[in-house]
């Protein structure tokens, strides 16, 4: 895992030999822009480097990260080496983890102004494009503390403390919100899609790919597939689980009644009306199912 240093702006390693522990660390999220900088700009300075807007946040938020005496912080554009396959694939499918284990987790939410309000109806953190993002919702649920910062960086508040806010605007219970870390399993698969129904991702895999940490499963990504990424996630979590709530889906389209398209769902969308949808909770076990080369096979009860 690389850190940056937040006095020196180096990278460095985790863990080696005279550090054998990831140290603490602070942890961004955000929603990339068109001028974010890579690891090898930051291993390779050149003198443009300080007059990108990337570069730019990484210097912001070290500092916050340092006022708060952090010597390390995680930002995901420049900490992972995206042209190295093997360590992308890596670093997505511990994504969840390293958001989950940061002390914080600083949300910068660039298109709110200083002198937002943010309860107003209308307000621009009601608004931000970052609550529409698919990667930021791990990002959101993942950490136990979540400070988030306008684009002037100036503190709007925590997730604890605009819990109920929060939750108005993502449809996310208050319990999830800050519990799900340890209390994952008391959420049905369909709770979980309904909560990135109305997200959006700019890769079509990555709406599957973003999801991963939040069902706790494993898988490579093969960028490409379009929407068979979302297939191969539901037939992962068919794997694992015997929760029938994957099943609770309404089809996008009046049109897409009229085609065979089987029991999975072609988009987290497609769960936007699955917020309700729990877990049973029955003295009986639940029946095996099991997806098979002629399709889905499961036994239940008339």
């Given at each position: 895992m690389r850190l940056i240093n937040t006095a020196t702006l180096q990278l460095e390693s985790f863990p080696r030999f005279d550090r054998p522990q990831i140290p603490p660390y602070a942890i961004l999220s955000h929603r990339w822009g068109a001028d974010e900088i890579s690891l090898q700009e930051m291993q390779t300075p050149t003198p443009s480097l300080t007059s990108k807007l990337g570069y730019q946040k990484v210097v912001k938020c070290s500092a916050v990260a340092a006022s708060f005496g952090f010597e390390y912080i995680w930002i995901d554009t420049c900490c992972i080496d995206k042209t190295n396959n093997v360590e992308l694939t890596e670093a997505i499918n511990s994504m969840f983890n390293y958001y989950r284990d940061a002390d914080v987790c600083y949300a910068y939410l660039a298109d709110v102004p200083s002198d937002d309000d943010a309860s107003a109806e209308g307000s621009g953190f009601r608004r931000s494009s970052w609550f529409t993002r698919g990667w930021t919702l791990q990002e959101l649920i993942a950490p136990e503390s979540v400070t988030f910062y306008g684009g002037d960086w100036r503190d709007i508040g925590t997730k604890s403390s605009l819990e109920k806010l929060i939750a108005e605007i993502t449809l996310i219970s208050p319990f999830a919100l800050n519990r799900y870390a340890t209390s994952?399993?008391?959420?049905?698969?369909?709770?979980?899609?309904?909560?990135?129904?109305?997200?959006?991702?700019?890769?079509?895999?990555?709406?599957?790919?973003?999801?991963?940490?939040?069902?706790?499963?494993?898988?490579?990504?093969?960028?490409?597939?379009?929407?068979?990424?979302?297939?191969?996630?539901?037939?992962?979590?068919?794997?694992?689980?015997?929760?029938?709530?994957?099943?609770?889906?309404?089809?996008?389209?009046?049109?897409?009644?009229?085609?065979?398209?089987?029991?999975?769902?072609?988009?987290?969308?497609?769960?936007?009306?699955?917020?309700?949808?729990?877990?049973?909770?029955?003295?009986?076990?639940?029946?095996?199912?099991?997806?098979?080369?002629?399709?889905?096979?499961?036994?239940?009860?008339?």
């Open positions: 994952s399993s008391k959420f049905s698969v369909a709770q979980k899609m309904a909560w990135a129904s109305n997200r959006r991702t700019e890769r079509i895999e990555d709406i599957a790919y973003c999801l991963m940490g939040l069902f706790g499963v494993n898988m490579p990504l093969i960028y490409g597939e379009g929407q068979n990424a979302f297939k191969r996630l539901q037939l992962e979590l068919l794997k694992e689980s015997n929760d029938q709530s994957i099943f609770a889906w309404r089809a996008q389209t009046e049109t897409s009644q009229y085609y065979r398209r089987g029991l999975l769902a072609y988009h987290p969308a497609e769960f936007r009306d699955a917020h309700d949808i729990v877990r049973s909770v029955t003295c009986h076990p639940l029946s095996e199912f099991s997806m098979t080369n002629v399709g889905l096979k499961i036994t239940l009860p008339l």
